[in-house]
DNA sequence: CCTCCGTTAACCACTTCGGTTAATGTCAGC
DNA sequence: GCTGACATTAACCGAAGTGGTTAACGGAGG
């Protein structure tokens, strides 16, 4: 990683990033194009090479870019600073449609990249990663007040099932050519009130 | 499409379908590779050749196939002969296990199929499909009855959670290597298990 | 022994791979 | 106008991979 690369115009460094991103996430490491991504970026290959010394470096900047990118905008909306379970998923909601109108394939570079079986990559990756996926889930556990939440089935349960959901939205969206985060945001919010109506404790005093 | 192929054993078609599946699903149309598919099927190139007679042939064979197994799993299990939600799930989930087991990347395949940007497929695909997931809503939207679900979300809503949800589940499972089809069985049935109880109707006589 | 036929190693011309080299274009300072 | 430093790239490298073909091998049946 050439600290040069620094020193572009952001919007010049956002364009690279994105190209980078979009190919990574499209492809498998390995398939995926260094060409294509220069390309894509709008710069020579030998230009692509001088910012970063290699493939791998690239990908891995690219990885640690994403887990900054998601640390920041949680903290920028306050993501967990609430203990309702819906708010914080609207505040979540908000915090991702931002990045992907910046960074429109960073969540899905980041899906695939977790699972990316080029042992090079896979054990980077590994060494990086503390298993965020568990520690996000006890975090919210711990926060939340389950009191307004109705009773007869776990909260495990509910947080599964709309992680599953969200995931699911999201992939159908990116397969489907991932334009218009507006009608993402929508359709999200939307079944956020879903959940909402579906999930809260009726009977309070 | 060569009828010799047919006249294989069983199990070594099933081999060969499995490994074209397998590499048409985890990679682009134009990025798989007939030499890895006939490497993962264990038989030479010229004879995978010999079989199908070009890469795009092989292509839609395999839609094909996944279209009349589908078809035929949701007979043979009896997903729409029943009125109850839950009970049409629970059928669907076993038709698609039975499928999984058989055919490991066949589901993977056909979504991906289905938003394949290289125009030759694209324009295939698009021929032979009429829309079938919005057919499928149909079918079901007249076939559930609705007095044994809660009446303060629409159906609608209720259909497309678990959709997305189910998605998201399988998406995760192929992710993540997709071994033991148990484990995401039991997973599956223990969601439509909440599903059951968060969405039924609670206050019946 | 021969003929058939399933099967494949080897090959085709061509593209793409990650990465490098040598040469350009650009622009500030003199 | 000239120079030197830096940004940028076209062209190239050998290696590998592309879809697809060809010619030959191997073994079973007559």
Redesign the interface.
């Given at each position: 990683m050439n600290e040069k690369f620094y020193r572009l115009p952001q919007e010049k460094q956002l364009l690279i990033i994105n190209a980078a991103y979009k190919v990574f996430a499209?492809?498998?490491y390995k398939?995926a194009g260094t060409s294509e991504i220069a390309a894509e970026g709008g710069i020579s290959k030998a230009l692509l090479f001088h910012y970063f010394h290699n493939k791998l470096a690239l990908y891995l900047f690219l990885w640690d870019k994403a887990q900054d990118l998601t640390k920041e905008a949680k903290e920028q909306y306050k993501v967990y600073e609430t203990n309702d379970f819906f708010e914080m998923l609207r505040r979540g909601l908000s915090a991702k449609c931002m990045l992907m109108r910046k960074y429109p394939y960073m969540s899905l570079f980041t899906?695939?990249a977790?699972?990316e079986?080029e042992p090079e990559i896979h054990e980077a990756i590994g060494k990086k990663v503390k298993s965020g996926a568990d520690d996000a889930y006890q975090t919210i556990a711990e926060k939340i007040n389950r009191d307004s939440l109705?009773g007869?089935?776990t909260f495990e349960?509910?947080y599964?099932?709309v992680?599953?959901?969200?995931?699911?939205?999201m992939?159908?969206w990116y397969?489907?050519?991932n334009r218009d985060i507006d009608t993402f945001e929508t359709q999200y919010r939307?079944?956020i009130e879903?959940?909402e109506?579906?999930?809260n404790r009726k009977d309070q005093p």
């Open positions: 499209r492809n498998s398939k899906m695939n977790y699972y079986n109705r007869d089935v349960s509910i599964s099932e992680l599953f959901a969200s995931e699911g939205m992939n159908q397969r489907a050519g939307r079944m879903h959940w109506q579906v999930y």
